[in-house]
Nanobody
């Protein structure tokens, strides 16, 4: 599986942005897809994930109610809709693919994910 994330950019606080991640290779529809981010000088952190069918999602507390993950299996694409962006959302955002879905916070473990995209930079100015 190869993952290509895009859609990052420079926005102002309160703005919205949608990231995309296109997958190629093995059957996309069987994979759990996750989003992670890494801010300058900080560890990579889990943002959210969606199961293979799209009927289950899980988000980090820091983005819950602001960010929404969706997927289009026909287009082999997963999306991260980010609303009400804050300066602390500034980071490189990565998409990743996992073989299974895990309940609760277990889905947030980066070790669960087998494939990673190259990242797209989101900068939120105050």
């Amino acid at each position: 599986v190869q993952l290509q994330a895009s859609g990052g950019g420079l926005v102002q606080a309160g703005d919205s942005l949608r990231l995309s991640c296109v997958a190629s290779g093995r059957t996309f529809s069987s994979w759990t897809m996750g989003w992670f981010r890494q801010a300058p000088g900080k560890d990579r952190e889990f943002v959210g994930a969606i199961n293979w069918s799209g009927d289950s999602t899980f988000y980090a507390d820091s983005v819950k109610d602001r960010f929404t993950i969706s997927r289009d299996n026909a287009e082999s694409t997963v999306y991260l809709q980010m609303n009400s962006l804050k300066p602390e959302d500034t980071a490189v955002y990565y998409c990743a693919a996992a073989r299974s879905w895990y309940l609760g916070r277990d889905i947030g473990g980066s070790y669960r994910y087998d494939y990673w995209g190259q990242g797209t930079l989101v900068t939120v100015s105050s």
